[in-house]
């Protein structure tokens, strides 16, 4: 029989792991919220050391030495809240006493770069459409809560239209501006091209929940643009998504009643899997392996969307285009970073494998997540061009048609 010392100490044991699972199961209903629950808005997290203005009035910009400053390419930085922006170029100097780098700093769209602090780094480059130098015209996308605002460009008067229609889609946390990096291609293309907003990105009517839903409903807002552009003539429609926008246009090309008009899709670091990317990013934060796969648990649920205010359970095994290779009908071109921390690409690689009558992959070394147009966009584009001319009924290049004529 126990005696009352050790019936204690099994009270506190039965206590301490009482707690340990209270914690835990604390610890995956903030995982799963942290997933679905919109964020507009990051912590601007690095220093800005000296801005330099030359004798020219031009300006460099000094900050931390670190892989991704580094780099080289064209990036963005934003500071003063969201509210200042500007677009940096490739690294002129460094300060090994400092520890830091010098990037040209192309030019400053808004705000007042030498009175910036701290700043975010972002792949934009571009924040506004104007700054493309191409026509473009604001359009209105009627959707189910309402107007999504969306962008026009048609193709410039000394390119001839081809018929087909790009649909840009951005990922999660960002605007439509982080696509206009796509759009100089796709008008050298022929291509009119329509970047649209969806719903909780800050731009778009919210849903009624108010959460993301991993492509699993947004994928309508999308519609609602193929919708749009088949109504003002579009007559074959590529698909351009970048990270939850690529999971979008899988959706979309899976689920549209418009899919037969679907040519194929551009997809840079795309989530092919929404469990694989999720592990990946809980294992480099710290989290257990088990809690993250209770979250998956309390994500799935219906029951528990008290938790993560979900007006619908997700469901994670119809957004596993791992496990779904097979069902895949669409050409896809993949464009992904070997270094991509948030979406990694070894599930690209996994997709190219399982279908390589389909899927195209080509790497980047960039660092960072969805920078493979930073890095080099004369090979980013390039790849959209040759792979472009080998769709079905895309068209031809001129290099194509002389040798047909």
Known sequence: MPTATSRGAIRVGLLAAFGALLAGVAGAAYFARQVVVPKNSRREDMDVRAVHIDGDGSLQIELPDTEQTRAPGRFSFWFEHGMGHACLGPVVDSH????????????????????????????????KPEQLGLPYQDVEIPVANGIAPAWRFDPPASVEASGVWAIHVHGMGGKRAGTLRGIPVASRLG?????????????????????????????????????YAISNGAERIVLFGWSLGASIALQTAALSPNSPRLTGMV??????????????NAKAAGLPLPLVHLGFTILRSKALRWVTGLAEPIRLDSLDWLARATELDKPVLVLHGEKDDTTPVEA????????????????????????????????????????FYGLPLA?????????QS
């Open 348 to 387: 690209s690689k996994k997709a190219a494998s399982l279908r390589p009558d389909l899927v195209k992959l080509v790497e980047f070394e960039s660092v960072g997540h969805s920078l493979e147009w930073n890095i080099d966009s004369e090979k980013w584009e390039r790849s959209v061009e040759e792979w």
């Open 191 to 227: 291509l009119t091209s329509l970047v649209v907003s969806f719903r909780n990105d800050g731009d778009a009517p919210p849903s009624y929940d108010g959460r993301y839903s991993l492509g699993q409903g947004e994928w309508r807002d999308v519609e609602a643009g193929i919708n």
């Open 395 to 403: 068209g031809s290049s001129p290099e194509q048609a002389a040798a």
């Open 267 to 280: 997809l840079d670091a795309p989530v092919f899997d929404w469990r694989t990317t999720l592990e990946a």
């Open 96 to 127: 090994s006493d400092r520890n830091t780098v010098v990037r040209v700093v192309e030019r400053v769209d808004s705000g007042d770069l030498k009175q910036a602090n701290a700043g975010i780094w972002s792949g934009y480059v571009y924040s």
